[in-house]
T-cell receptor, first 113, second 113 residues
Framework: DAGVIQSPRHEVTEMGQEVTLRCKPISGHNSLFWYRQTMMRGLELLIYFNNNVPIDDSGMPEDRFSAKMPNASFSTLKIQPSEPRDSAVYFC???????????FGEGSRLTVL | DQQVKQNSPSLSVQEGRISILNCDYTNSMFDYFLWYKKYPAEGPTFLISISSIKDKNEDGRFTVFLNKSAKHLSLHIVPSQPGDSAVYFCAASDGGGADGLTFGKGTHLIIQP
């Protein structure tokens, strides 16, 4: 079975550019989470969806960040405009029900110059 | 304010010996605890979990201990093997994982031959 699929794996962009990260959760999983990993703060929860509906976006750092889940098999995390401090690894994870473990993708490493 | 703390950024253990990774938490509402393992350039993968109604859970070489009064949990790996070298994240939730997981910053375990 395919796991959580994220793209791109690596993204290098210049400050001010728009960045879109994509995620395909495991089929049948009802919840989807976006995390950001940095050396300073570790793994931070940015936003999560349940049945495609955003439940809590309190972890989104600024209005420059937005996330959508138009259907059960696709989600995007957009940063516009991007800044160097957004450089991090962004993980998407899905969960089969409202409880239990999360299954993570391999991450998207973003570098903003 | 870190609600889940892993105070040892790294730990070095000889192959065959016991590895003990520690984790402290501050939120008394947490009722579900997990350990994740992460290799470089990969996403975190679930290792073992424990509910607050238990104080021990064992799975092969991995055992997690929970001390609720001390708000402390630990992961024991015995015997340690070279493939165990990775970053280990402690995670916690107050709803069985329904609202995502709060992660510690991780401990880099290095198994020496």
């Amino acid at each position: 079975d395919a796991g959580v699929i994220q793209s791109p794996r690596h993204e290098v962009t210049e400050m001010g550019q728009e960045v879109t990260l994509r995620c395909k959760p495991i089929s049948g999983h009802n919840s989807l989470f976006w995390y950001r990993q940095t050396m300073m703060r570790g793994l931070e929860l940015l936003i999560y969806f349940n049945n495609n509906v955003p439940i809590d976006d309190s972890g989104m750092p600024e209005d420059r960040f937005s996330a959508k889940m138009p259907n059960a098999s696709f989600s995007t995390l957009k940063i516009q405009p991007s800044e160097p401090r957004d450089s991090a690894v962004y993980f998407c994870a899905s969960q089969p029900s409202r409880t239990g473990e999360l299954f993570f993708g391999e991450g998207s490493r973003l570098t903003v110059l | 304010d870190q609600q889940v703390k892993q105070n040892s950024p790294s730990l070095s253990v000889q192959e065959g010996r016991i590895s003990i990774l520690n984790c402290d938490y501050t939120n008394s509402m947490f009722d579900y605890f997990l350990w994740y393992k992460k290799y470089p350039a990969e996403g975190p993968t679930f290792l073992i979990s424990i509910s607050s109604i238990k104080d021990k859970n064992e799975d092969g070489r991995f055992t997690v201990f929970l001390n609720k009064s001390a708000k402390h949990l630990s992961l024991h790996i015995v015997p340690s093997q070279p493939g165990d070298s990775a970053v280990y994240f402690c995670a916690a939730s107050d709803g069985g994982g329904a609202d995502g997981l709060t992660f510690g910053k991780g401990t880099h375990l290095i198994i020496q031959p």
